[in-house]
């Protein structure tokens, strides 16, 4: 039943973060497609990542941009020109359904280290939470295997009470 619940729990999520693609939750507009160029000079001009890689990819993805704030902060953004949603993968984490134009938003959260990161509650995934104001929160996992990248393990150890 376990495996089941987590499936579930798992597709529902998707099926969010999908809803979360189509409009926002802050004005119920449909979000607004995506200029590949305007995209990468505001991430260029944002001054949050060390290196901008743009490598070009086939169809039916425009671009990926290869991006490094730190040694413990390097993303890849896979953007097509013409959507509203981008898919930016993180260390082990998949993040989709990501809106563009709040792309930025989401990346300086995480370097910002403004994420929830828990044990599942059988222990075997590592859950990631981004939180965006207004937008709710997308969330990932990965398997756990036995330990925390070094990012993880402050992120974890800022969500904890203070012991007494």
Do not use: K
Request: net charge negative; with cysteine.
């Amino acid at each position: 039943m376990g495996i089941l619940s987590a499936f579930a729990n798992a597709v529902t999520r998707w099926q969010e973060n999908r809803r979360h693609a189509e409009r926002s939750l802050r004005t119920g507009e449909p979000w607004p497609p995506t200029d590949v160029a305007e995209f990468v000079g505001a991430v260029e001009a944002s001054g949050l990542f060390e290196s901008v890689e743009v490598v070009p990819v086939e169809p039916p993805r425009l671009v990926d941009l290869h991006l490094e704030a730190s040694e413990d902060h390097f993303f890849i953004v896979m953007v097509v020109d013409g959507y509203s949603a981008c898919r930016i993968m993180f260390d082990a984490y998949v993040f989709d359904w990501v809106p563009t134009c709040l792309a930025l938003e989401f990346l300086q959260a995480v370097i910002a280290g403004e994420v929830e990161v828990t044990l599942s509650p059988s222990g075997g995934h590592v859950l990631l939470g981004v939180p965006l104001d207004g937008e709710g929160t997308w969330e990932d996992s990965r398997v756990f295997r036995g330990g925390f990248e070094p990012w993880e393990a402050r992120a974890m150890a800022r969500g904890r009470a203070p012991d007494h």
